[in-house]
């Protein structure tokens, strides 16, 4: 029954009342717990999850990252890839194939706090050989310092992230995209309550909007092809509408070359990591794939493939390391998900579930975590380690004390 419960909450995204209604709804004949009950043996799973990791393990890869989830607030998550992953030329991890060394919610995350929290993971575990991130100021800073101490540990430009940058480079200064971007917004908009919206643009991210291209250059083909057909081309309204895509059929040709190129780059990195042949292989599908290249997507290719050389030069001889950090965002991406069933994003809530879908959930596991943390002893580690819930915070903000007049 407890497997169950949890599963629903952790791996189904199921309320905690939902769970435990569903507990009664299918064992009517057997005692259900409340949702209070699961909450707390949620709790205990994760906790016991993430303080038993073994102190012995080494790790080659360090994997570091940091996400908004209520106002102030940040998580911190370090994510450790076993030597033995690493050994197997493993690229693609899945959320086995790493443990969770570090958990720290604060409310700034600057160079200090991401420096404590990898020398509190050596002290525990072993300096790595690689640590992998996104690029940000504050962790690129706080990595820098931890490298003067451990001057031999490399740190790895995610390649989704480090592709995403050198497009956005690229496309800052293209003319052309950022009046195709802007026309594409508006014709939206304009369309939105008529019956032409079925033809519309994409609608645009309101984070790294230049990553828009990849959904905007297969509508354009589509939209270039559709415009051609008799019954639109003798229509006023499309014309009126859509007629202006035409004047970016040559750009369209700069666009795709760039992005095939990003595209390669990036399934190669994430499917087969870097190694000493990196380099050559990329050239080789690149150059099987385009051709002759524009000015543009020659400028991003020279540009990405002198970050493939400047890693892989590092990298021992028949060693595969990792280059992307797609795991930890699949984490977060999980940990989004699961806290919709809050009624506020308890931080607590949403990172103690972190250690239990990393992991494997089995009846010998929950007994002997159970037999060893009692929930008064978990409460009082999640109160010393996490802090208040928002909940918590919340009954104490609107806490009406009685005034008593003389």
Known sequence: MIEKAIRQVVFNYTSLRGAAKNLRLFLADSKTPAHTTIYNWIMKLGVGGYLGRGANVRYHTFIIDATIEHGKEKLVLLLGVRNSVVKKGVARLSHDDVDILQMRVAGTVNSEVILDILEKAVARHGTPSQIISDGGGDMVKGINYFQRKHSRVVRTYDITHKCAI???????????????YSECGAR????????????????????????????????LEKILYVSRLKENRLSEEFQAAFGWVEKYQKPLKRWKETISIIAIIKQEVKANGFHGKTGSVLKRKISDTTGKMGRAAKKIYDTLMEYVRETTAIIPKKEIWLGCSDIIESIFGRIKRYAKNAPFK?????????????????????????????????????????????????VNAFRIRRICHS
Not at 166 to 180: I, N, R, T
Not at 356 to 366: A, L, M, R, S, V
């Open 166 to 180: 050198e497009l956005k480079h690229v496309l800052k200064k293209d003319s052309s995209w950022q009046a195709f």
């Open 346 to 394: 308890e931080i607590p809530r949403m990172i103690m579930a972190i250690p239990i879908f990393t992991g494997q959930i089995t009846q010998n596991k929950i007994k002997k975590t159970f037999e060893a943390r009692t929930v008064k002893q978990t409460q009082k580690w999640l109160k010393n380690n996490i802090g208040k819930t928002y909940i918590q915070k919340r």
């Open 188 to 219: 939206r908009a304009k369309t939105v309550h008529t019956d032409l919206f079925c033809y519309a643009p994409p609608k645009g991210r309101d984070k790294s909007r230049h990553l828009n291209i990849e959904a905007y250059i297969p509508w």
